[in-house]
């Protein structure tokens, strides 16, 4: 009985912190749509993993659905580095 608590516990320790960092994950990044030409800075919220290739993937595939076109993703950054995005992003702000 002893074990299989230890082992639970140990099983507990490690998911809990890797479930925290993929919920604090996002990225900012620019896209365009043609035709006529717009451009847009957003920020989002990533589920796929937190670097920059992931980004890429993830950020093209969610904006590409409204019509928009992965131009760089920019950084990507955990919770701490929100502060500040909001007004730059305006209503691309965790918009998707």
């Known amino acids: 009985m002893t074990h299989s608590l230890c082992i639970g516990a140990l099983v507990a320790a490690f998911a809990a912190p890797s479930a925290a960092l993929a919920a604090e994950c996002y990225a900012d990044y620019k896209a365009k749509k043609d035709t006529p030409l717009r451009l847009h800075y957003g920020v989002i919220d990533l589920k796929n993993g937190c670097d920059a290739g992931s980004a ?20 990507v950054f955990d919770a701490s580095e929100l502060s500040g995005k909001e007004d ?9």
């Open 56 to 75: 890429k993937q993830e950020v093209a595939a969610r904006i590409g659905k409204d019509g928009w076109t992965l131009l760089n993703v920019l950084s």
């Open 88 to 96: 730059s992003a305006g209503q691309f702000y965790l918009r998707y």
